[in-house]
């Protein structure tokens, strides 16, 4: 069975400093993957996706994932945090034609302070 | 353009009340549709998903019941709500064209 593991269920960060939110799966067979936001009381957002192709997807706000099959992980990272950045982020994968049943971490709470 | 609504934004419900959570998607056809649920400081349970009117698929057992009654409707029941169906309830669609699925707004239930 797929799961997913999100290392840090807290990150506290000063703003402008660099973040990095871990995230590992494990899985026999390929998968696609998925980071999403979600800001208080909201629905999720999609942050970036890996589906093939470059293994370092970007998304338009600056965070950044790079697909490490032998490390199974899709670490999201910013190098520059924002206050705005302040929410939760989940990853997820599912596997290629499994009508897209997300299988989610518990989710990382990052903090961005002043 | 895709959207998706839910409603109520909020409720809350005694214990053994029924539940209905209603949710529906416009601007694309034959869907994939999803309910998930958010316990406080826990991830995502995707609970049922449906891939056609009628065609409903449960992924845990649990007091609750989900339907489609219409091409872009899924809606969430329960005949007697427990204290632990109280958290954040996600409805989901995906299309054939895309592998991410879309979130609506979602609805928080607080059972008393």
């Known amino acids: 069975a797929q799961s997913v593991t999100q290392l840090d269920s807290q990150v506290p960060v000063f703003e402008e400093a660099p973040v990095e939110l871990r995230c590992n799966y494990s899985?026999?067979?390929?998968?696609?993957l998925f980071w999403y936001v979600q800001y208080p009381n909201q629905g999720l957002q999609l942050l970036l996706k890996?589906?093939?192709?470059?293994?370092l997807v970007e998304s338009i706000n600056g965070f950044e994932a790079e697909f490490n099959k032998s490390q199974t992980s899709f670490h999201l990272r910013k190098p520059s945090v924002h206050i705005s950045d302040t929410a939760e982020y989940f990853c997820?994968?599912?596997?290629?034609?499994?009508?897209?049943?997300?299988?989610f971490g518990a989710g990382t709470r990052l903090a961005v302070h002043p | 353009s895709q959207t998706i609504h839910q409603w109520p934004a909020t409720l809350v419900q005694p214990v053994g009340s029924p539940l209905s959570l209603e949710c529906t998607v416009e601007g694309t056809s034959n869907p994939n549709l999803y309910w998930y649920r958010q316990a406080a400081g826990r991830g995502l349970q995707l609970l049922f998903y449906s891939v056609g009117i009628g065609q409903i698929s449960s992924e845990v057992p649990q007091n609750l019941s989900a339907s489609r009654p219409q091409d872009r409707q899924f809606i969430l029941s329960s005949k007697k709500l427990l204290l632990s169906d109280s958290g954040f309830y996600l409805c989901a669609f995906s299309t054939g064209s895309s592998d991410e699925q879309y979130f609506g707004p979602g609805t928080r239930l607080t059972v008393t």
């Open positions: 997820a994968v599912t596997p290629p034609g499994g009508y897209n049943k997300l299988i």
């Open positions: 890996y589906l093939s192709g470059s293994t």
């Open positions: 899985s026999s067979v390929s998968v696609y």
